[in-house]
Antibody, heavy 118, light 107 residues
Framework: EVQLVETGGGLVQPGRSLKLSCVAS????????MSWTRQAPGKGLEWVAS????????YYPDSVKGRFTISRDNAQNTLYLQMNSLRSEDTATYYC???????????WGQGVMVTVSS | DIRMTQSPASLSASLGETVNIECLAS??????LAWYQQKPGKSPQLLIY???SLQNGVPSRFSGSGSGTQYSLKINSLQSEDVATYFCQQYNNYPFTFGSGTKLEIK
């Protein structure tokens, strides 16, 4: 059974940093691209970052480029999201997602809440 | 960026009815479209990918269609467990973008 378990969320002040982790199980982690997608409270979904299976390439939307870094440790079956210079608009539930095929998201974690507030 | 315009924003239908949700892309996305279902308080789940392929384990009353810029999700024989918000997503071009969602309720 595929499982994605996110940790590392919490309350953080604007301008500070936070690192999210996602431990994957139930599949061969290093065969899959992985992503982070977020959802602000009561709002829609926003893709945040993707990383190839080897970790050699990463992709971001302009809203987080230069502030967020996605990475992975294939030996530990773990995906990360380093978030720097956090803003109030980054407040959201962050989901770890597995990419399949042409880059749709076939499995989602339970999500972790990040609140950016002073 | 490709804009995904989803309609309607909300929908109320009776048990057993058929409902349709539409998604219009701002440019041709060559069927690189997925539909997700998000039940209240839960994570989204994949229903349809490549515009019309049913994800394993998803009931056959769900179906997707469309091409070019126009896509739709059809739910036949509406069940109480279908109460959820539905999102479309294009993955033809970065940045991947989602529709704003359709909230489905039972009348």
């Amino acid at each position: 059974e595929v499982q994605l378990v996110e940790t590392g969320g919490g309350l953080v002040q604007p301008g500070r940093s936070l690192k999210l982790s996602c431990v994957a199980s139930g599949f061969t982690f290093n065969n899959y691209w992985m992503s982070w997608t977020r959802q602000a409270p009561g709002k829609g979904l926003e893709w945040v970052a993707s990383i190839t299976n080897s970790g050699g390439s990463t992709y971001y939307p302009d809203s987080v480029k230069g502030r967020f870094t996605i990475s992975r440790d294939n030996a530990q079956n773990t995906l990360y999201l380093q978030m720097n210079s956090l803003r109030s608009e980054d407040t959201a539930t962050y989901y770890c997602t597995r990419e399949e095929g042409n880059n749709y998201f076939d499995y989602w974690g339970q999500g972790v809440m990040v609140t950016v507030s002073s | 960026d490709i804009r995904m315009t989803q309609s309607p924003a909300s929908l109320s239908a009776s048990l057993g009815e058929t409902v349709n949700i539409e998604c219009l892309a701002s440019e041709d996305i060559y069927s690189d479209l997925a539909w997700y279902q998000q039940k209240p308080g839960k994570s989204p789940q994949l229903l349809i990918y490549n515009a019309n392929s049913l994800q394993n384990g998803v009931p056959s009353r769900f179906s997707g269609s469309g091409s070019g810029t126009q896509y739709s999700l059809k739910i036949n024989s509406l069940q109480s467990e279908d109460v959820a918000t539905y999102f479309c997503q294009q993955y033809n071009n970065y940045p991947f973008t989602f529709g704003s969602g359709t909230k489905l309720e039972i009348k």
